[in-house]
């Protein structure tokens, strides 16, 4: 029997990303989208609690059943088990990003928030993002690398409590070298804000930033994207900082 | 010289449990507080970037100034380091948010995201959490214990990349047993929908959910809060599964 394959994303229904996810998977089981009506970038592990969620039928076909509802990622994955499928698939998709996830990135993403969120619920999940922020992005280079990982990871399973972040490199005359399986790199954003006036005369401010990254080591998901690896990174919700338990202990509080 | 102390939460500036942070924190430093309008409990890491952020002053004093805006904690400490203070406070603090943090909540947090995200910026940060969901909790026995943690930290520092989450019983009769440093506990909500049809006839969906604890173990913050200890968690932002490195490896993709 097909595995049946939970599809998200944080980029809307109407990205270019999840269509080519969508038809990469179709391949090799029964899919079921639930997407967001609206581009959910940034989102993070966002829930939607102070108005009550909505889902649309778009399609739905023996192999093939697509939705839309009025929330953030993590809705999505929570509709999907809850009262779409009423269960759980044998594997969730999130992506595929228009944009890195990698290093820092992972914090802020919904499409890495919806694989967590799967994670949590026991599901082996994945999100795919590819390097490239254009929504006319080039996706035609993805398919093998998508299909490898998906496919092993249906048959190998992953560990409780342990998911995916896979980042591919956007399209270059040269083939990808590769898969690497890295750690997440010790980068950030050094923040900004792009400050300006209305026509009213009240000051407001645009988020931005410059992507930082001193972290050279070759065992890192940025190192393996800017030299034309695909990334696999594995990710855990587990946030306890281990190392330092002792370290606090210490202070004697 | 009295260190800067940058105080935000996810319940809104309105809220009693961020009062209650800024009198303790107005006892040993100069504090800034950047709020948010509205509440923004479940809001996980979200940051805006579709609409501009607005920022207004509240108070400005030599060694007090308040400021609200319309953007999440995570926009609300990066406002407030940016905008504000054009440099990094000595401590970020966060809360003391109505409802326990511990466990996997620490995922949807916007308490605790602010306090990722100060961390990630390399700004020594705790998260201060009630166990107590009533918007008339109790905050007058929590003083001692956030003045301890917080002067801990401000004096000893903390390991780059690693912050705190820390948790608080509500109030019993018998007085808070200690402080125990914890791991966060293996515990989930198992989610469900509460769906309902509008007087159109049309179907929404409420998410509610369960909190499902199987983990008895000892050293957890749960346990830690039902035995009326404060549990104080060090949290990371490095979300790599580095245990998992070899096993994926092994999968010669």
Same mark, same amino acid.
């Given at each position: 029997?097909?595995?049946?394959?939970?599809?998200?994303?944080?980029?809307?229904?109407?990205?270019?990303?999840?269509?080519?996810?969508?038809?990469?998977?179709?391949?090799?089981?029964?899919?079921?989208?639930? &997407?967001?009506?609206?581009?959910?970038?940034?989102?993070?592990?966002?829930?939607?609690?102070?108005?009550?969620?909505?889902?649309?039928? @778009?399609?739905?076909?023996?192999?093939?059943?697509?939705?839309?509802?009025?929330?953030?990622?993590?809705?999505?994955?929570?509709?999907?088990?809850?009262?779409?499928?009423?269960?759980?698939?044998?594997?969730?998709?999130?992506?595929?990003?228009?944009?890195?996830?990698?290093?820092?990135?992972?914090?802020?993403?919904?499409?890495?928030?919806?694989?967590?969120?799967?994670?949590?619920?026991?599901?082996?999940?994945?999100?795919?993002?590819?390097?490239?922020?254009? &929504?006319?992005?080039?996706?035609?280079?993805?398919?093998?690398?998508?299909?490898?990982?998906?496919?092993?990871?249906?048959?190998?399973?992953?560990?409780?409590?342990?998911?995916?972040? @896979?980042?591919?490199?956007?399209?270059? &005359?040269?083939?990808?070298?590769?898969?690497?399986?890295?750690?997440?790199?010790?980068?950030?954003?050094?923040?900004?804000?792009?400050?300006?006036?209305?026509?009213?005369?009240?000051?407001?401010?645009?988020?931005?930033?410059?992507?930082?990254?001193?972290?050279?080591?070759?065992?890192?998901? @940025?190192?393996?994207?800017?030299?034309?690896?695909?990334?696999?990174?594995?990710?855990?919700?587990?946030?306890?900082?281990?190392?330092?338990?002792?370290?606090?202990?210490?202070?004697?509080?």
């Amino acid at each position: 029997m097909k595995p049946t394959i939970l599809i998200t994303n944080d980029d809307g229904y109407f990205a270019p990303g999840i269509h080519h996810l969508i038809q990469i998977m179709r391949k090799i089981g029964r899919v079921v989208v639930v &997407s967001s009506e609206q581009a959910m970038s940034g989102m993070g592990h966002a829930i939607t609690i102070k108005t009550p969620l909505r889902l649309k039928t @778009v399609v739905k076909e023996a192999d093939y059943e697509e939705y839309i509802c009025n929330g953030t990622p993590v809705d999505c994955v929570k509709l999907g088990e809850q009262v779409v499928i009423k269960g759980k698939p044998d594997l969730l998709v999130s992506g595929i990003n228009h944009g890195s996830n990698a290093s820092i990135n992972v914090i802020y993403s919904g499409t890495m928030a919806a694989v967590i969120e799967a994670c949590i619920d026991g599901i082996p999940a994945i999100g795919f993002s590819l390097d490239d922020y254009s &929504s006319h992005a080039d996706f035609s280079h993805l398919e093998p690398f998508i299909l490898t990982i998906a496919n092993a990871t249906l048959k190998n399973g992953l560990t409780p409590g342990v998911c995916l972040n @896979v980042n591919l490199p956007k399209i270059q &005359s040269e083939s990808i070298r590769g898969i690497k399986v890295c750690r997440q790199a010790k980068a950030r954003w050094a923040e900004e804000f792009d400050s300006r006036h209305d026509p009213r005369g009240a000051e407001y401010h645009w988020l931005t930033g410059k992507f930082e990254n001193d972290d050279r080591t070759e065992d890192s998901d @940025v190192w393996a994207l800017e030299n034309n690896y695909v990334s696999v990174v594995p990710v855990q919700f587990d946030l306890t900082a281990y190392s330092s338990i002792d370290h606090i202990r210490n202070w004697n509080l």
